[in-house]
């Protein structure tokens, strides 16, 4: 959630994917970690499920959000630049 606010309030496009990408890079982490954390018996299996299920929706979510701003005109987006 921090990468992607951070990228966002960056109102540059190509900056702000990049923070997409690392954002979901960490879904990926958490997933593995996830594994770690089943393998340590910190968690049972049902729990291993559930936050592969997230881990894998949450980067699913930011891929599709990243399409949507790879597809649009460049210049067409209002990104609210805020005020000072």
Do not use: W
């Not at 951070?6 to 990926?28: N, Q, T, V």
């Not at 593995?32 to 291993?48: E, N, P, R, T, V």
């Not at 649009?72 to 630049?81: F, S, Y």
Request: proline share 2%.
């Amino acid at each position: 959630m921090s990468n992607v606010a951070e990228g966002f309030d960056r109102h540059r496009d190509p900056e702000f994917l990049y923070f997409l990408r690392i954002a979901k890079a960490s879904c990926g982490e958490v997933k593995s970690q996830s594994y770690a954390a089943f393998d340590q018996m910190y968690i049972d299996d049902g729990g291993l499920q559930t936050l592969l299920k997230k881990g894998s929706e949450a980067g699913g979510a930011i891929r599709r959000l990243e399409e949507s701003i790879e597809n649009t005109e460049p210049g067409t987006r209002d990104r609210g630049q805020g005020t000072k």
